[in-house]
């Protein structure tokens, strides 16, 4: 008799032991009892009730889901493949069980969905030059569609755009001919304000003809350094020598 107690305690012991279950700071249990949700548990150490008590683990991390890469038809008819990453994590344990079947299937099959309705919508050249924005929409379209699921977006980018090989060498053609136009209209302008500045030069010359003759000469002297044997003079210049030593010496005769 004794020892049918014995093994019935055991039995006991080891039916309560088989009860206890620990859950993580990141997780919640959602208990069930008898088919019936009835609370979340956790973190810590918890107690199921054998037999009439099930729970299902649920993580409140954040999940980062590739979004695979598809072919995708732009508004202005250009064909793309398009790839993207998606942020989400619980928030709602229950509506994540009970709700839907498997939730992380479902949030990475709307996200593939909403990147290909979403980027339809824009023409080729808005989703390379407005990509922050798109990925703004297409977070704001897949976090109303899991909502009620209890699951919340917190960021979706796109992150590999890849362009037909015949577009490739179309935007290469479009960005050379964009630097050469620029080009040209920088050295159109440095000739326009070379002009404006020599045009100055010349009305200040011709009101001061020695500064013609200074400048030839700091011309000649740049010309020195460079260890020529010849030098040539100008006959303007040297007139306009002899004109200013006539000058010097009807000055120092008036002395």
């Given at each position: 008799?004794d020892?049918i107690?014995?093994?019935?305690?055991w039995?006991?012991?080891l039916?309560?032991?088989s009860?206890?279950?620990?859950i993580?700071?990141?997780e919640?249990a959602v208990?069930?009892?008898?088919?019936?949700?009835?609370?979340?548990?956790?973190p810590?150490?918890?107690f199921l009730v054998p037999v009439?008590?099930k729970?299902?683990k649920?993580?409140f991390?954040?999940i980062?889901?590739?979004?695979?890469?598809?072919?995708?038809i732009?508004?202005?008819?250009?064909?793309?493949?398009?790839a993207?990453?998606?942020?989400?994590?619980?928030v709602?344990?229950?509506?994540?069980v009970i709700a839907?079947?498997?939730?992380?299937s479902?949030v990475?099959q709307?996200s593939?969905?909403?990147v290909?309705?979403?980027?339809g919508?824009?023409?080729?050249?808005?989703?390379l030059?407005?990509?922050?924005?798109i990925?703004e929409q297409?977070?704001?379209?897949?976090?109303?569609?899991?909502?009620?699921?209890?699951?919340q977006?917190?960021?979706?980018?796109?992150k590999d755009?890849?362009?037909?090989?015949?577009?490739q060498?179309a935007?290469?053609?479009e960005?050379e001919?964009?630097?050469e136009?620029?080009?040209?209209?920088?050295?159109?302008q440095?000739?326009?304000?070379a002009a404006?500045?020599?045009g100055?030069a010349?009305d200040?010359?011709?009101a001061?003809?020695v500064?013609l003759?200074?400048?030839t000469?700091?011309t000649m002297?740049e010309?020195a350094t460079?260890?020529n044997?010849?030098?040539i003079?100008?006959?303007?210049?040297?007139t306009?020598?002899?004109?200013?030593l006539?000058?010097?010496r009807?000055?120092?005769?008036k002395s």
């Amino acid at each position: 008799m004794d020892s049918i107690l014995f093994y019935a305690l055991w039995i006991l012991f080891l039916i309560l032991v088989s009860g206890i279950r620990v859950i993580k700071e990141y997780e919640r249990a959602v208990i069930f009892f008898l088919g019936k949700q009835t609370a979340i548990r956790g973190p810590g150490l918890i107690f199921l009730v054998p037999v009439f008590e099930k729970m299902v683990k649920v993580s409140f991390r954040t999940i980062t889901m590739g979004i695979p890469s598809q072919k995708i038809i732009t508004k202005d008819n250009v064909s793309i493949d398009i790839a993207a990453v998606a942020y989400y994590h619980i928030v709602d344990p229950r509506k994540a069980v009970i709700a839907i079947e498997d939730v992380f299937s479902a949030v990475n099959q709307i996200s593939q969905t909403t990147v290909r309705n979403v980027v339809g919508q824009f023409m080729l050249d808005q989703l390379l030059s407005q990509t922050a924005d798109i990925n703004e929409q297409i977070k704001n379209v897949i976090d109303g569609h899991t909502e009620p699921w209890g699951v919340q977006v917190t960021a979706v980018e796109i992150k590999d755009i890849i362009l037909p090989d015949n577009m490739q060498r179309a935007m290469a053609k479009e960005a050379e001919a964009e630097r050469e136009r620029r080009a040209k209209i920088v050295a159109a302008q440095g000739e326009f304000q070379a002009a404006e500045k020599l045009g100055q030069a010349a009305d200040l010359i011709a009101a001061h003809p020695v500064a013609l003759q200074l400048r030839t000469l700091q011309t000649m002297s740049e010309i020195a350094t460079e260890k020529n044997s010849t030098i040539i003079f100008p006959a303007q210049f040297m007139t306009t020598v002899k004109e200013a030593l006539e000058t010097i010496r009807g000055d120092s005769k008036k002395s």
